[in-house]
């Protein structure tokens, strides 16, 4: 089974930290993905890398291939930042897998 | 643009029972998922379709059925619905291949007693 693999399970925060949530993943993939889960339960698509760096706004996710490793950051932490953030990977083969999240509050 | 809606938002079951879960996307895509979020376990894959008239097993197809008839519909059906099956089901759609952004259902919550 390809596994997905975040770390830290919870995480808080006061608001305005630097925030990191990292993910790694037993094998090569295609393409891994940075998905935003609110507290109301709808799931956002953040981030799609297969390498380097991409930013949008106060988020930053990075991917190193070679140690089959990628980071988000959050900078400038605020309270709407609270949610569970997910990383999926996909492999050859129309298939996702899923990390089982990190749970995030960010506390005013 | 709606993007992906998902009916019903909320459905109680009895074992046994069947009822099939209708996913709709506005934005012609030609990818759609069907996926399982249980507790403790993230999201699974249950069964996807690359295209109108094509469905294919992901990793827990078991106990389901699909059918993507339209491009823009695709559903998933519960013959005889069981407790472990009590779950949140997200639709998702995507452009062409995998590694496009999906974009997510607002989710249907299904308890099977």
């Known amino acids: 089974k390809n596994e997905v693999e975040q770390s830290p399970q919870n995480l808080t925060a006061q608001e305005g930290e630097f925030i990191t949530i990292n993910c790694s993943y037993s094998?090569?993939?295609?393409?891994l993905h940075w998905l935003q889960q609110h507290p109301g339960g709808g799931i956002v698509s953040l981030f799609m890398?297969?390498?380097g760096k991409k930013k949008h706004g106060r988020l930053i996710a990075t991917i190193n291939i070679q140690e089959k490793h990628s980071s988000l950051h959050i900078t400038a932490s605020h309270p709407r930042d609270s949610a569970v953030y997910i990383c999926a990977v996909s492999y050859t083969g129309n298939q996702f897998y899923f990390g089982t999240g990190t749970s995030l509050t960010v506390i005013p | 643009n709606a993007g992906v809606t998902q009916t019903p938002k909320f459905r109680v079951l009895k074992t046994g029972q069947s009822m099939t879960l209708l996913c709709a996307q506005d934005m012609n895509h030609e990818y759609m998922y069907w996926y399982r979020q249980d507790p403790g376990m993230g999201l699974r894959l249950i069964h996807y379709s690359v295209g109108e008239g094509t469905t294919a097993k992901g990793e827990v197809p078991d106990g389901y059925n699909v059918s993507r008839l339209k491009k823009q519909n695709f559903l998933l059906g519960l013959e005889s619905a069981a407790p472990s099956q009590t779950s949140v089901y997200f639709c998702?759609?995507?452009?062409?291949?995998?590694?496009?952004?999906?974009?997510f259902g607002p989710g249907t919550r299904l308890l099977v007693l």
């Open positions: 998702a759609s995507s452009l062409q291949v995998l590694q496009e952004t999906q974009y």
């Open positions: 890398l297969s390498s």
């Open positions: 094998v090569g993939i295609s393409a």
